[in-house]
């Protein structure tokens, strides 16, 4: 055969499961947890600069998943690492939305302990779960 794969060669994804009591604190969890892995000190960040974002989508599981997206974009579109500073879900008769209040800094180096680029979310393995003491969601982030 020309060609084989090579398994286990290189790593491209990390995953994680983050957990809230509510739906809010769960989207705040996974999103600390995305940024995370691009930033080694969540400290480091002092929210320089504000960005309210507003979202919505057919179901949790896609709210969330639109949600560390828009993440992963301002880090490359703005070169901006944010985290939730408040952040709201709601319930309209068609899916659910969000209303939040990001704060950040741009990306500096000099201050910023910089970990693994995160180059977007997948959707595989992707789950958003209630579970008796709140709720649970598993991310595959490809790096």
Sequence with gaps: MPYEYLEDAFIADI???ATGRTREELFTMAADATLNVMVTDLNDITGLEEKPIRLAAASLEMLLF???SELVFYK??????LRVE?????D??????????????PVDPERH??????K????????????????SATVVLDV
Excluded: C, N, Y
């Design 15 to 17: 995953a994680f499961r």
């Design 92 to 105: 309209p008769p068609q899916g659910v939305s969000l209303t939040a209040t990001l704060r950040g800094d």
């Design 113 to 118: 302990r910089l970990g693994v680029d995160v």
């Design 76 to 81: 490359d579109a703005q070169r901006l690492l």
């Design 120 to 135: 977007a979310v997948t959707l595989h393995h992707f789950k958003v779960a209630e579970m008796p003491e709140g709720w």
């Design 86 to 90: 408040r952040i709201a879900l709601s």
């Design 66 to 68: 639109d949600f560390l």
